[in-house]
């Protein structure tokens, strides 16, 4: 017997007295959604199979021995794959750039904004631009730093009669950059639809052995002399900072047979300059959105003055 056969079997016994009609195959076709489609990891799908349930049964979680979804503030999530509730403002909407996705923006609170996106497949209701919804049961995502929030089937959407301020989440960090860390230089990521991950070893942690697509980015620290912060360059800002196109960085790794170059190539050209980074922090990263290369450290109470400013 399976895995989700079992765990269907023992959802089912505790649900099949409150929910009529409901029989083991419904809830290992929901699990089987979830696990194999949405690839949730199977804890985490039992978990929001049961608030399927839970609900049409009239039943609170505490009656299981469990707690539900976590909800948090946009601009604090920091982990991928995780399961929450959010409150925010529909901030923007943009257009779609494939016809899998129905709707994608920015969703924003007193913490910050963080990107949504609503696949066709999960049949929502649309969001509407300027209104504040709760939204219970969205999956964290992370793509160069940057968190996102993913709507899918079980995600449910309440219309709330309120307003929220929303702040942009911008800190600027200064100091020496002293460190370019594993994972930075010319990278390959999962071509995956929605999946941006990170190969190691020509490996997706999601979808296996893959061909995948070129990247550039900088994963550096810089030292203020009191102490470090952990900042993420995405592509525009590591070409803009080395000087190093995604072009050049392939044809450098072509030519030597080897990636590793570009990152070192990388290093002799930014290592011990001072930067000053302005973006959002998401995490023990700041993500950097504009980059200014200064001639030498800078003087504390001035940066003290400019941060907060921001």
């Not at 649900?15 to 029989?23: C, I, P, R, S």
């Not at 978990?47 to 609900?55: A, D, H, I, K």
């Not at 009669?161 to 200064?174: F, S, Y």
Request: proline letters at 2%; glycine letters at 10%; aromatic letters at 4%.
């Amino acid at each position: 017997m399976t895995d989700l056969r079992e765990t269907a079997e023992e959802i089912h016994e505790q649900f099949a007295e409150q929910v009529d009609g409901l029989t083991v195959e419904e809830i290992e076709e929901r699990l089987d959604t979830l696990v194999n489609d949405y690839r949730v990891p199977l804890d985490e799908a039992t978990r929001s199979v049961e608030s399927t349930y839970l609900e049409k049964a009239g039943m609170d979680r505490e009656e299981l021995g469990g707690g539900g979804n976590e909800t948090v503030e946009v601009g604090t999530i920091d982990e991928d794959e995780q399961w929450v509730d959010v409150r925010a403002k529909v901030v923007e909407l943009w257009e779609p750039r494939s016809e899998s996705i129905a709707q994608v923006g920015l969703l924003g609170d007193e913490s910050g904004t963080v990107k949504f996106v609503a696949f066709r497949t999960s049949d929502l209701p649309e969001l509407e631009e300027g209104t504040v919804y709760a939204l219970g049961n969205v999956v964290t995502d992370e793509y160069e730093g940057r968190y996102s929030v993913k709507l899918n089937r079980t995600t449910s959407i309440t219309e709330l009669d309120e307003e929220i301020e929303v702040g942009d989440g911008a800190v600027e960090v200064t100091g020496a950059l002293v460190d370019i860390q594993s994972g930075s230089g010319l990278i390959k990521r999962c071509p995956e639809e929605g999946c941006t991950r990170v190969l190691q070893n020509g490996r997706c942690s999601e979808h296996g052995e893959v061909e995948g697509e070129f990247d550039l980015r900088i994963k550096g620290v810089l030292d203020d002399g009191d102490e470090i912060h952990e900042v993420i360059f995405g592509e525009e800002a590591t070409e803009e900072l080395t000087g190093i196109s995604l072009a050049e960085a392939k044809e450098m790794a072509m030519d030597a047979l080897d990636t590793t170059v570009v990152a070192d190539e990388m290093r002799g050209t930014v290592l011990g300059r001072y930067y000053r980074v302005t973006g959002p922090e998401l995490g023990r990263y700041v993500l950097a959105d504009e980059v200014e290369e200064l001639t030498g450290p800078v003087d504390a109470e001035s940066t003290l003055i400019r941060a907060r400013s921001i």
